[in-house]
């Protein structure tokens, strides 16, 4: 009974969308912000024991970010009965070769990072291990939220054309940035480093959108995603006293030159992302002509 009536909500919900096509980005629009809003409450309400120290602040928002990638997975496949891409199908292509200048960002990003140990491997392993599993339930998140959802309900509404691809992936990556926004709700001193983190973010974005156009598959963008998250955290487990560190992170706003520095560095996302996408399309166009021959 509660499955048929999903369904029907669903094929309701497609009807609706039907009658009227502006739905599609609104709705996607709409519940994304309902979301992000829901997970900055829980965060700003939840009890001081949850988030006065780093251990159990991961935990939680972990915890958060898997519930919020079931609830999504379920609103993709059984309301807006769209497909989820998860597979084999160009995993390796996706993450070297299409996703190679985020491996190599990844690689920068965990050099860059290095901070002399203040204990051993052994002793950080947990920090480690928490950290790794953070990273995961936000590549999760972010990838089945932006890419799985909001990207290809645009492709939905804009259509496959060159035109409407295009516009799905950089209205998609825009929003993705924009969304960090939220982040001055709970850290309301990282004024630069925020405003730097949406721009990148939207330049990432690009990237990501064509990885997952270009493999239909979301396990490279997650991984990733994944990684590259990680990879800036790495070193945050070695420190003798975790709390004080990610304190002085989280409250410490990067200064001007730095924060343009990185995007400068991002924007070789969003070239490597368009120059991929026009690479696919004159392949396209070739093999178009090749055909009326």
């Known amino acids: 009974m509660i499955q048929e009536g999903f369904r029907t909500q669903g094929d309701y919900?497609?009807?609706?969308?039907?009658?009227?096509?502006?739905?599609?980005?609104?709705?996607?629009?709409?519940l994304l912000i309902l979301s992000s809003l829901?997970?900055?409450?829980?965060?700003?309400?939840?009890?001081?024991?949850l988030i006065s120290s780093t251990v159990p602040k991961i935990i939680f928002s972990t915890t958060i970010k898997f519930i919020m990638s079931a609830i999504f997975i379920f609103i993709i496949l059984?309301?807006?009965?769209?497909?989820?891409?998860?597979?084999?199908?160009?995993?390796?292509?996706?993450?070297?070769?299409?996703?190679s200048m985020l491996c190599i960002a990844s690689?920068?990003?965990?050099?860059?990072?290095?901070?002399?140990?203040?204990?051993?491997?052994?002793?950080?392993?947990?920090?480690?291990?928490?950290?790794?599993?953070?990273?995961?339930?936000?590549?999760?998140?972010?990838?089945?939220v932006f890419r799985g959802f909001i990207f290809s309900l645009f492709r939905k509404y804009f259509g496959e054309s060159k035109k409407g691809i295009y516009t799905s992936v950089l209205l998609s990556a825009l929003i993705f940035g924009c969304v960090h926004f939220l982040n001055l709700i709970v850290y309301p001193d990282l004024i630069?480093?925020?405003?730097?983190?949406?721009?990148?973010?939207?330049?990432v974005g690009v990237l990501f959108a064509v990885i997952y156009f270009r493999t239909e598959n979301l396990l490279p963008c997650i991984i990733l995603h994944t990684i590259f998250d990680f990879a800036g955290y790495f070193w945050f487990s070695f420190a003798?006293?975790?709390?004080?560190?990610?304190?002085?992170?989280n409250t410490t706003d990067t200064?001007?030159?730095?924060?343009?520095?990185?995007?400068?560095l991002c924007s070789l996302f969003v070239i490597s992302g368009l120059l991929q996408l026009r690479k696919v399309f004159k392949n396209e166009?070739?093999?178009?002509?090749?055909?009326?021959?």
């Open 107 to 144: 690689m920068f990003n965990f050099l860059g990072g290095y901070q002399n140990p203040e204990i051993s491997f052994i002793q950080a392993l947990p920090m480690i291990i928490m950290f790794l599993v953070f990273a995961l339930s936000v590549g999760l998140y972010e990838e089945i």
């Open 240 to 249: 003798k006293d975790i709390d004080k560190m990610m304190n002085v992170a």
């Open 38 to 49: 829901i997970e900055v409450i829980l965060l700003l309400v939840a009890p001081e024991s």
């Open 13 to 30: 919900m497609n009807k609706l969308f039907e009658k009227n096509r502006k739905l599609i980005p609104l709705s996607a629009v709409a």
């Open 285 to 293: 166009k070739l093999n178009s002509i090749e055909d009326k021959r």
């Open 78 to 99: 059984k309301l807006y009965k769209l497909k989820i891409g998860f597979g084999k199908k160009s995993l390796v292509k996706g993450i070297f070769w299409f996703g």
């Open 192 to 203: 630069i480093t925020t405003i730097a983190q949406v721009i990148s973010a939207s330049f």
């Open 255 to 264: 200064n001007i030159g730095a924060g343009i520095i990185n995007i400068a």
